[in-house]
């Protein structure tokens, strides 16, 4: 498993943006994907936006697609999710995660064998 730690939550006003920060152990990985979900309170963790790595291909959840931008810096293991133009319905507390297997279904919380502690984020109106 490769451990991970997410950063750069916090509360914000609606239209400003964000960074989320992903950092990760293993400066080998040679997983297919890693990727960014949120489990907003009292709802099920769902997927934002995954990045194959080997490539580096990015997919995002429609919702998002013209907000947020996944990316990853491996000179300093980390991965990224750039969040603009925040939504309160955006506020959920996001998690990353890694998966060593191949899928299609890169969007199910099930591929994925790491996840990190998560963050909050929260986007007041």
């Known amino acids: 498993q490769v451990h991970l730690v997410e950063s750069g939550g916090g509360l914000v006003q609606a239209g400003d943006s964000l960074r989320l920060s992903c950092s990760y152990s293993d400066r080998a990985f040679s997983g297919y994907y890693m990727a960014w979900f949120r489990q907003p309170p009292g709802k099920e963790r769902t997927f934002v936006a995954a990045l194959r790595w080997r490539g580096g291909t990015t997919f995002q959840t429609d919702s998002v697609k013209d907000r947020f931008t996944i990316s990853r810096d491996t000179a300093k293991t980390t991965m990224y999710l750039q969040m603009n133009n925040l939504k309160p319905e955006d506020t959920a507390v996001y998690y990353c995660?890694?998966?060593?297997?191949?899928?299609?279904?890169?969007?199910?919380?099930?591929?994925?064998?790491?996840w990190g502690q998560g963050t909050q984020v929260t986007v007041s109106a």
């Open positions: 995660a890694a998966a060593r297997r191949f899928s299609t279904d890169y969007e199910s919380t099930t591929l994925y064998d790491s």
